[in-house]
């Protein structure tokens, strides 16, 4: 029978290393799209054709749990997933995320300014609804590719696949965050959303090729009898919530999450408020954290994949964290230099444990639940990705009243005296080196959010290191079977 496996798609190595490139690109284009204004913000918000306030910004960034979490769409993906299987979910999720993109980008270009939908400015509806929608099919897309990986690579070199996937994904956020402010400013602010929604066309191309081998291998394993699991039934859900290390999994994931995609939201702003850097370039320095997750989280993988020491891994990278928002914290740390050290510890923190912790899901739940149990995990942590951007931008309007309405004043000045858009970006940024109070946010007391986040995520993966030392679970053993 092992000869007659063998001749599978999945032992070829060229196969499943095939099937990693093409959903791992599916992946970059998601999250290229994901993070595509994050580097916007003070532009859009010095636009006389936007103009959006901290708490708009946070109702569009804060989007991505709207349908995922209000309306449960991410476990009916899971259910839909571990039901339907991964070929018909991966093309359903990028159909959905196609579709989302779309509609953002029409409230960018479509829109009239002082239109309102339900009391909200009809930019902030239309855009943050394109947004939720491209979430839904994002995130289960994201619990897709993990069934995948797990599918094709389970005792194999699992850890290194999730690691390579992950490690792309994140290359998707380092060129929105590098490029989109660059073709904001040569073209217009809709020209990078319109890119990035093109971009989704490719990953659902991608999908499609996937699904193609996805069957030949399905037809083979029939043929060869190869044993399948019992099916998932409704009921298994509460196996997988009764389960205590997967709670563990569950609360450092959010919380984990939690303290670093929103720094993708307001990490250039607080780049140009606090450390002084130009608007053009402000997601330079917030794009060194995915940069390095591109070599990092696979090198932590392979380490997982044959020393294990995967608990521990999640405990190094959550202390770490702590370090990385304490010195952001500290108001008198205002050096670029250490903006840009920050940022590489960062993106080795945000290595260290992804890294670790998606490989290790798998050993706590069998395969037949895993897209549900991927699907609560996620369901869990967008409660966090849509609640706490809109919590930090509530804070910094509270913390800093009357600014928004200074810098709006201070551009309208400037727009008439004629000025062009370069060189009112360029007086603004003189007015806040100056350290001109009106016009410049104080994030210090928004910033102890983070903190707070990043400590209750080192309790957990204490927790989670205690628990799989009394369940043996074997977090802390290799993935790779001899």
């Known amino acids: 029978m092992t000869e007659q496996i063998s001749a599978t798609l999945r032992e070829s190595k060229t196969a ?3 099937v990693l490139i093409l959903i791992s690109v599916a992946m970059l284009t998601a999250y290229l799209f994901m993070e595509i204004i994050s580097p916007l913000k003070t532009m859009i918000q010095s636009s006389n054709e936007y103009g959006w306030s901290n ?3 946070g109702i569009v960034t804060g989007a991505q749990g709207y349908l995922n979490v209000f309306a449960g769409m991410l476990i009916i993906g899971g259910i839909i997933l571990d039901k339907m299987g991964v070929r ?5 999720s990028a159909i959905i995320m196609v579709g989302g993109a779309a509609l953002k980008y029409y409230a960018f270009v479509g829109v009239e300014p002082t239109a309102e939908i339900f009391g909200i400015k009809s930019q902030i509806f239309i855009s943050a609804s394109g947004f939720a929608i491209f979430c839904v099919g994002a995130e289960t897309a994201g619990i897709t590719v993990s069934k995948i990986i797990v599918k094709w690579f389970k005792g194999k070199e699992l850890a290194l696949a999730m690691g390579l996937e992950m490690a792309s994904a994140r290359l998707g956020s380092f060129a929105a965050l590098f490029f989109a402010p660059r073709i904001a400013a040569e073209f217009q602010i809709s020209m990078p959303i319109l890119l990035g929604a093109l971009g989704l066309l490719i990953g659902l191309i991608l999908f499609l090729i996937y699904t193609v081998m996805d069957v030949k291998l399905d037809r083979q394993e029939k043929a060869l009898d190869v044993e399948e699991e019992e099916p998932f039934k409704i009921s298994d859900i509460k196996l997988i919530i009764t389960n205590r290390g997967w709670w563990y999994i569950a609360i450092l994931c959010v919380l984990f999450y939690s303290a670093v995609f929103p720094f993708y939201k307001y990490g250039p702003d607080l780049m140009v408020n606090k450390f002084g850097v130009n608007p053009e370039t402000a997601g330079d320095i917030p794009s060194l954290l995915p940069f390095g997750t591109l070599f990092l989280t696979p090198l932590f993988g392979t380490l997982y994949d044959r020393m294990g020491k995967g608990a521990t891994i999640m405990m190094v990278g959550a202390a ?8 952001l914290f500290i108001p008198s740390l205002t050096d670029v230099t250490v903006a840009v050290v920050a940022a590489v510890f960062l993106g080795i923190a945000f290595s260290l444990v992804p890294s670790a912790m998606w490989p290790s899901v798998p050993k706590i739940i069998p395969e037949k639940q895993l897209g549900s149990a991927f699907a609560l995990i996620f369901y869990i942590q967008n409660i966090g990705l849509s609640g706490i951007p809109i919590l930090l931008g509530y804070a910094l309007d509270k913390t800093n009243p009357g600014v928004a309405e200074s810098i709006k004043s201070t551009t309208d000045g400037l727009v008439a005296q004629g000025l062009s858009k370069e060189a009112i970006a360029e007086k603004l940024q003189e007015l806040r080196k100056v350290a001109d109070a009106n016009i410049v946010y104080d994030y210090s007391s928004t910033w102890l959010i983070f903190v707070g986040l990043t400590i209750t ?21 290799p993935n790779v079977q001899k």
Do not use: Q
């Not at 770490?320 to 010195?327: E, Q, R």
């Not at 995520?457 to 053993?477: C, H, M, N, R, S």
């Open 16 to 18: 499943r290393w095939l």
């Open 55 to 57: 708490t708009e910004w």
């Open 88 to 92: 018909f979910t991966a093309v359903m």
């Open 320 to 327: 770490m964290l702590i370090g990385v928002h304490v010195v």
């Open 457 to 477: 995520a080192l309790v957990f993966a204490i927790l989670l290191k205690a628990e799989d030392k009394k369940k043996g679970y074997g977090l802390e053993l």
